[in-house]
C-alpha cells in the first residue's frame, strides 16, 4: 500500500467484510487485517441465516430489516464471476453467495403455542415485518414435507439465506475492486494511540499500520481487540453445532423452526438451548442448527446436543429420519450481556469504532452493520440512532451507580 | 429405528483388526469384560479380511500373508466369544465416542450396512484400534470407474474373490501395491505392470532395519517371486500421468520419474488396461480419538498418528490405542501392540480394583490413577522390563513378555520407518493436475476452484479452502482429498500456507441416519465393581 | 486360476438381484460392488454436479463413491452390502 489507509479494518469475517465494502464505497482508503483466512472464525461456521423473524421489536429488529433491505440489494450487485467458472457474462454478488430469498417458515405445535407465536407475529409486523399467518391446512403447500402435527404457524418472507464463507469472501472481492486491500495472515498486536488517546494506527507481527481509524470487527475475538485498546467490550463465546445431512434433492423449502427458538435466542441461559431451524441449501445438504451453550471456546463433542438437534428436525420433518447427518460442525457465537451487537464509535477511544458481538445473527446483520460503521466513519447521519448499540454501554451501568453513591 | 444399549464393560476395543483383535484377547485373558465393536463382517481387518462365510472357502488364508498367525489369535479370540468373556459385535460402525458423566465412555454404533440400527456400548475403558485407510493423490483421470485404490481391490478380492478388471495396472508407491498386484495375478487377473514411485536404492539406507527383520524381507521376497513368476514388469521410479477412457478406464500414461517425482520428458509409456488400482500408503483413521481429545503427532510422511506411550496409552486418561492409528506399521506390529495395550488395560484395572474397591466408580479410579506414570507392573519408564514381569505375564496368560513384545515393537517401528522413508508421498503430482481436474471426489471440485479460492476469494490455508470450494465436504468428508488438498494450497499460495496443526476434525466419524441420532442414548452407567 | 478356485471356495448357487430392471448375479456372501465387477459393471452411480459415472473407489466403505439405493434405502455403500435374493437396487441420482 503506497498511501496510509483512512481505516483499518480488523477481521475478515462477513462484518468486517460489510464494514469495508460499505466504508470503500463512502471513498475511504481501507485495509483488512486478518490473522487468519477470510471467513476463519465465526462466519466459517454458521448456517447462513438471514433473518427477521427471530426478532423481537427494537433495535436489533430495526437493524435486521434495515440489513433485509441491504441484502436484497447487494444480491443484485453485478460481480465478475471466477476464472474456474469459464467465461461467460457477469453475475450477481448473490449468485456468488448462495444467497436465497427463501422466507422463513415458524411452527407451532400446539395452539398455546401457536397463540403466542401469533402475538409475537402481530408486535413484528407492528415494527415493519412481513408476517403472515398460516393455517394448519396451509402448512403442506408452504413445505409438503413438514409433520402433519404442527398446529399452525406464520410465514416470514423476508427471511433469507447465504452460504457465510462465499457471502464474506465476495464481498471482500467487491471491496477490493472499490480499492480495499485485504492483508491476510497478518495478526493486530495492538492498537496505537496519540493526543488523546486517539487512535493513530495499529500494530500487527508484520509492522505497523498508520490510520485514524480502527474498526474491531474481530467477532468472538472482539474484547480482545478492545482490550488492546484499554477498553472492556464483553464479547463472549456462546457454541453452537450444526448437523449437516448427506445432499438431498430439494426437500424443504423455507427456514423452517419451531416457534420455541425466539425463547432460545433471547434466553439469558447459560445451560443447552436447541430449538432446530432446519433448511435446505443449493449445495444440497439440509443443515439443521443451532443449539446454544455457554460453555466458553470447550470444542468437546457433545452427543446429546446433536442427539436434540436431530429429534427436532425429526419432529419437524418425518422424512429425515432415515436420511443421514454426514458432519457436525461447532462454532461460537460472539454475544454480548444484552444480546445487541456494539457499533459505532467507542467514546473511550476516539477513533475506535466496534463491529462486533453479533451473536448467531451476524451475517445477517452485517449489512446494515456495516452500512452504519461507514456512515459514522465518513461523519455522515447514520440510517440508524446508534445509541441502544453504544460500545461502552457496559461501563456506563457502573459509573453510574458510582456517580449516584455519595 | 431401534436403539440397543448394552451392559457397561471393562474395556470397549473399537475395531477387530491385528491390534483390537490381539488386545482384546489379550484383555480377556487377564479376566477383563471386553466388548469389541467392528465394521467387518469378521475379525481380522482389512488385512486378514477373508472370504465371507456363504462363500465357503477350504483355503480362506491362500490369498494371505501369516494366516497361521492369524489363525492363531482367531481361535483365542473365538473361545473368549464363546465363554462370554468377549462380546462381539461385527458390522457395527462406531460413529462416536464420548466421556460421560457418569465416568467411562459411551461408544456409539451404527448396526449394519442398509437397515441399520443404533447401538451405544459403555465401558470404564476404550481401547481405540480403528486402522487406516489408503491414502490418495488426484491425477487426470481418477475419477474414471475402474481406477479403485489399490487396498480396495485387495479388500473386494480376498472378500469377494473377485477382481476389479481382467487386466489391472497397480500404481502408486508403498510396499501394499506388490502385495496387491501378488494377490491380483493369483487371483487371475494380468498385471501389465506394477508402477512405483519409490526409488529402489533408498533402501541401502536403512541395512539395520532390513537386517533386524528377516520376517519382512521373506515376506517381500514372496512377493517378488509372484510377480517374476507371472513375468509382472515393476517399473520403479514411475507415475500414473493420466487414466485415459471415456465411461470407464481403458489406458493409463506412465513415466519414468526424477528423484523429486517431475516427469522426465519422452519417457512416457501408455498401457491399456481396464482397471487401476492405486495408493500412496496408510492414513490413519482417527476421528473418534481426536473428538475425544487425544493428542496426535505427525509420521515422517506428514500422516497425523496417535501419540502413545510404552503402554500404547493414548494422552487421555482410559483411553488406549493400538494398530496402525498409532502410526503405520503393519499387523505384525498392531498385534505387538494390541497385546501391549490389552496387558496394559488389564493393569490399570488390576491397580483399580485393589485401591478402589467400591469405594470409586471404576472409571473415576482410572481417570485418577489409570495413567500419569503409573505403568504396567515391571516395565519402566524406558520401556524395559524386570525379569519378574515375563512371570507376570505368563500367569496372567499373555502370551509373551511386555520385555520381549516392546523389543519386537522398536524393530518392528524402524523397518515401518524404513519403509515411510523409501516411499514417501511422491512429488511432483502436482505439474500433472490439470484446471479441470477433479481434486475433491465427492463435490467435483476442480483444481481451477480451489485456484479461485486462493487468488481472489482468501483462503489461505485449507480449511478456508474447503469452506469457499465445498473440497472436502461430501460423503468421504476429506478423506479421498485430504492429503492432496493441504498442498495443492500450498502450492498455490506460493508456500505461505500454514501446514495444519492438528488433524481434521469429524465430529461423525461415519454418516447417521437422523432418526437413529435422535434415538440415541448414553447408555447405562459403567458396571459397579 | 481366479479367486474362487484359489480359495476353494464352494457357495450355494448365484441369485440375482435387481440392478435399475438389469438381473445380474450375486454369490451368496459377495458384496454388490464385487458382484457388479464380475459382471463387468464398472459404473453405477452418476454424479450430481457434472452427471459422471462412478463406481467403487476405495472399497472399504471410506469414500462413499460407490453408493446405491437397496430397497428404497439410500446412501448403502455396495462395497460393503451384501445382497440377497430379491433385492433391488436403484442407481443414486
Same mark, same amino acid.
Given at each position: 500500500m503506497t498511501e496510509a489507509p483512512d481505516v483499518v479494518v480488523v477481521g475478515a469475517g462477513m462484518v468486517g467484510a460489510a464494514c469495508a465494502y460499505y466504508a470503500a464505497r463512502a471513498g475511504l482508503a481501507v485495509a483488512v487485517v486478518d490473522r487468519g483466512p477470510v471467513a476463519g472464525g465465526t462466519t466459517g461456521a454458521g448456517e447462513g441465516n438471514l433473518l427477521v423473524s427471530d426478532k423481537e421489536p427494537g433495535p436489533e429488529l430495526d437493524l435486521a430489516l434495515l440489513s433485509a433491505q441491504l441484502w436484497t440489494r447487494l444480491a443484485a450487485a453485478p460481480a465478475r464471476p471466477l476464472a474456474s467458472a469459464g467465461p461467460g457474462p457477469d453475475t450477481t454478488f448473490g449468485a456468488l453467495a448462495e444467497y436465497e430469498a427463501k422466507g422463513g417458515l415458524v411452527v407451532a405445535s400446539d395452539e398455546q403455542r401457536l397463540d403466542a407465536l401469533c402475538v409475537f407475529a402481530a408486535a413484528q409486523a407492528a415494527a415493519g415485518v412481513v408476517a403472515v399467518p398460516v393455517r394448519h391446512d396451509e402448512l403442506a403447500e408452504l413445505e409438503p414435507h413438514l409433520s402433519r402435527d404442527q398446529v399452525g404457524g406464520v410465514h416470514y418472507p423476508q427471511d433469507a439465506q447465504v452460504q457465510p464463507a462465499l457471502a464474506a469472501a465476495h464481498l471482500l472481492r467487491l471491496a477490493r475492486e472499490s480499492g480495499a486491500v485485504v492483508r491476510l495472515g497478518e495478526t493486530v498486536t495492538g492498537i496505537e494511540r496519540g493526543a488523546g488517546g486517539r487512535v493513530t494506527g495499529v500494530r500487527t507481527d508484520r509492522g505497523r499500520i498508520a490510520a485514524p481509524a480502527v474498526v474491531n470487527a474481530a467477532g468472538t475475538w472482539g474484547a480482545a481487540i478492545a482490550a488492546s485498546a484499554d477498553v472492556v467490550l464483553p464479547v463472549l463465546p456462546r457454541r453452537g453445532f450444526v448437523l449437516v445431512t448427506a445432499p438431498l434433492p430439494p426437500l424443504i423449502r423455507h427456514k423452517v423452526y419451531a416457534a420455541d427458538y425466539v425463547a432460545d435466542v433471547a434466553s439469558d441461559s447459560a445451560d443447552l438451548q436447541t430449538s432446530a431451524v432446519v433448511e435446505g441449501t443449493a449445495a444440497g445438504p439440509v443443515l439443521i442448527g443451532a443449539s446454544r451453550e455457554r460453555v466458553g471456546f470447550d470444542r468437546t463433542l457433545s452427543v446429546a446436543v446433536l442427539r436434540r438437534l436431530a429429534a427436532q428436525a425429526v419432529a419437524l420433518?418425518?422424512?429425515?429420519?432415515?436420511?443421514?447427518?454426514m458432519r457436525a460442525y461447532r462454532g461460537f457465537r460472539p454475544y454480548l450481556p444484552d444480546h445487541l451487537p456494539a457499533i459505532g464509535e467507542d467514546p473511550r477511544v476516539p477513533g475506535l469504532f466496534h463491529a462486533c458481538g453479533h451473536e448467531g445473527a451476524g451475517i445477517g446483520l452485517a449489512p446494515g452493520t456495516g452500512l452504519l460503521i461507514a456512515q459514522a466513519l465518513t461523519g455522515e447521519k447514520t440510517d440508524m440512532d446508534l445509541a441502544p448499540f453504544r460500545p461502552d454501554r457496559f461501563e456506563a451501568g457502573e459509573s453510574a451507580a458510582e456517580g449516584a453513591a455519595p | 429405528m431401534s436403539e440397543t444399549a448394552d451392559a457397561a464393560y471393562d474395556v470397549v476395543v473399537v475395531g477387530a483388526g491385528p491390534g483390537g483383535f490381539a488386545g482384546a484377547v489379550a484383555a480377556a485373558d487377564a479376566g477383563l469384560a471386553v466388548a469389541v465393536l467392528d465394521a467387518g463382517s469378521a475379525p481380522g481387518g482389512q488385512f486378514w479380511r477373508q472370504p465371507a462365510a456363504a462363500l465357503r472357502a477350504r483355503r480362506p488364508g491362500a490369498l494371505h500373508h501369516g494366516w497361521r498367525t492369524y489363525a492363531a489369535w482367531r481361535g483365542r479370540f473365538d473361545a473368549h466369544v464363546a465363554s462370554g468373556a468377549v462380546a462381539y459385535f461385527a458390522e457395527h460402525h462406531v460413529w462416536a465416542a464420548e466421556r460421560i458423566a457418569e465416568g467411562g465412555f459411551a461408544v456409539h454404533a451404527l448396526a449394519g450396512v442398509a437397515r441399520s440400527s443404533g447401538r451405544t456400548v459403555t465401558a470404564a475403558t476404550l481401547l481405540l484400534a480403528t486402522g487406516a485407510y489408503e491414502r490418495q493423490l488426484p491425477f487426470p483421470g481418477w475419477t474414471l470407474p475402474g481406477v479403485v485404490t489399490a487396498g480396495g481391490a485387495q479388500a473386494q478380492l480376498k472378500d469377494?474373490?473377485?477382481?476389479? !478388471? *481382467?487386466r489391472v495396472v497397480v500404481a502408486g508407491t508403498g510396499p501394499l501395491l506388490l502385495t496387491v498386484a501378488a494377490s491380483l495375478v493369483s487371483a487371475g487377473a494380468e498385471v501389465p505392470a506394477v508402477v512405483e514411485a519409490a526409488d529402489p536404492l533408498r533402501y541401502a539406507r536403512h541395512p539395520g532395519a532390513l537386517v533386524r527383520n528377516p520376517g519382512k524381507l521373506v515376506e517381500g521376497a514372496g512377493y517378488a517371486a509372484t510377480l517374476a513368476r507371472y513375468r509382472v514388469p515393476v517399473h520403479t521410479r514411475h507415475a500414473v500421468v493420466e487414466a485415459h477412457g471415456d465411461r470407464w478406464v481403458e489406458a493409463v500414461t506412465v513415466a519414468k520419474t526424477d528423484r523429486a517425482g517431475r516427469l522426465l520428458p519422452g519417457r512416457s509409456r501408455t498401457i491399456a488396461c481396464d482397471a487401476l488400482a492405486v495408493g500412496y500408503g496408510l492414513d490413519a483413521q482417527l476421528e473418534l480419538a481426536v473428538e475425544l481429545g487425544c493428542e496426535t503427532r505427525r509420521e515422517p510422511d506428514g500422516g497425523w498418528v496417535l501419540a502413545v506411550d510404552d503402554e500404547q496409552r493414548t494422552s487421555v486418561a482410559g483411553v488406549w490405542a493400538a494398530g496402525e492409528s498409532t502410526g503405520i506399521g503393519g499387523a505384525q506390529l498392531a498385534l505387538i501392540e494390541g497385546e501391549l495395550a490389552g496387558a496394559s488395560l488389564a493393569a490399570a484395572h488390576r491397580r483399580r480394583t485393589v485401591r478402589g474397591a467400591g469405594r470409586q466408580s471404576p472409571a473415576a479410579a482410572l481417570a485418577a &490413577? &489409570?495413567?500419569?506414570? *503409573? !505403568?504396567?507392573? !515391571?516395565?519402566a519408564a524406558e520401556g524395559r522390563a524386570s525379569p519378574a514381569t515375563a512371570a507376570t505375564a505368563r500367569a496372567r496368560g499373555t502370551s509373551v513378555a511386555p520385555s520381549l513384545l516392546l523389543r519386537r515393537r522398536s524393530r518392528l517401528r524402524a523397518f515401518a520407518a524404513a519403509l515411510q522413508d523409501v516411499h514417501p508421498v511422491p512429488g511432483g503430482w502436482t505439474d500433472r493436475l490439470r484446471d479441470d481436474t477433479e481434486v475433491c471426489r465427492c463435490e467435483e471440485v476442480p483444481l481451477g476452484a480451489i485456484r479461485d479460492a486462493v487468488t481472489e476469494l482468501g483462503a489461505t490455508e485449507p480449511r478456508s479452502a474447503k469452506l469457499l470450494t465445498r473440497a472436502g465436504m461430501g460423503w468421504c468428508q476429506g478423506r479421498m482429498c485430504g492429503t492432496a488438498v493441504p498442498c495443492v494450497v500450498a502450492e498455490l499460495t506460493g508456500g505461505a500456507a500454514p501446514s495444519a496443526a492438528s488433524p481434521p476434525s469429524r465430529p461423525l466419524a461415519c454418516p447417521v441416519p437422523l432418526g437413529i441420532l435422535a434415538g440415541t442414548g448414553d447408555g447405562p452407567a459403567p458396571r459397579p465393581t | 486360476m481366479n479367486g474362487f478356485t484359489r480359495v476353494g471356495a464352494s457357495p450355494d448357487a448365484a441369485f440375482t438381484v435387481d440392478v435399475d430392471g438389469t438381473p445380474v448375479p450375486v454369490v451368496p456372501g459377495q458384496t454388490l460392488a464385487a458382484a457388479l465387477w464380475a459382471a463387468g459393471i464398472t459404473a453405477w452411480r452418476t454424479t450430481r454436479g457434472q452427471g459422471r459415472p462412478r463406481g467403487a473407489f476405495c472399497g472399504i466403505g471410506s469414500c462413499y463413491d460407490c453408493l446405491v439405493v437397496v430397497n428404497g434405502v439410500a446412501g448403502v455403500r455396495a462395497c460393503l452390502v451384501r445382497p440377497e435374493a430379491g433385492d433391488v437396487v436403484r442407481t443414486h441420482e
Open positions: 420433518f418425518p422424512r429425515l429420519a432415515d436420511v443421514p447427518a | 469377494s474373490l473377485v477382481v476389479p !478388471g *481382467r &490413577g &489409570g495413567h500419569a506414570g *503409573r !505403568g504396567m507392573p !515391571g516395565v | -
